[in-house]
Nanobody, 129 residues
Framework: QVQLVESGGGLVQAGYSLRLSCAAS????????MGWFRQAPGKEREFVAA????????YYADSVKDRFTISRNNARNTVSLQMNSLKSEDTAVYYC??????????????????????WGQGTQVTVSS
């Protein structure tokens, strides 16, 4: 089992930055591919960013590309999401997710919720305009 706990959410004005963190525990999480998703009220959960277990590859949704940066520290079992130039449309609950790297995203792709086996409880990000 892998346990994921997100932190760093909050209320921020448009144009400002936030940094989310996901602390992983349980199995050797350094072997897990990690992702960030978000869900706004009344909408489906959507992909934000992902990173391979090696840290060698990162992926982003078009809506956050060039504004958000995903990174990981395998020694500390953490994954971070640096969010810059925040917009009101970034308001959502942000979730951290994990899947064992050997599963190659379970055949669904890095941006599909079905690819991930473990999820955190989420952290609220609210961007005021």
């Amino acid at each position: 089992q892998v346990q994921l706990v997100e932190s760093g959410g909050g209320l921020v004005q448009a144009g400002y930055s936030l940094r989310l963190s996901c602390a992983a525990s349980g199995r050797t999480t350094s072997s897990y591919d990690m992702g960030w998703f978000r869900q706004a009220p009344g909408k489906e959960r959507e992909f934000v960013a992902a990173i391979r277990w090696t840290g060698s590859s990162t992926y982003y949704a078009d809506s956050v590309k060039d504004r958000f940066t995903i990174s990981r520290n395998n020694a500390r079992n953490t994954v971070s999401l640096q969010m810059n130039s925040l917009k009101s449309e970034d308001t959502a609950v942000y979730y951290c997710a994990a899947v064992w790297g050997g599963h190659s995203w379970s055949g669904y792709g890095f941006n599909d919720t079905r690819s991930y086996d473990y999820w955190g409880q989420g952290t609220q990000v609210t961007v005021s305009s």
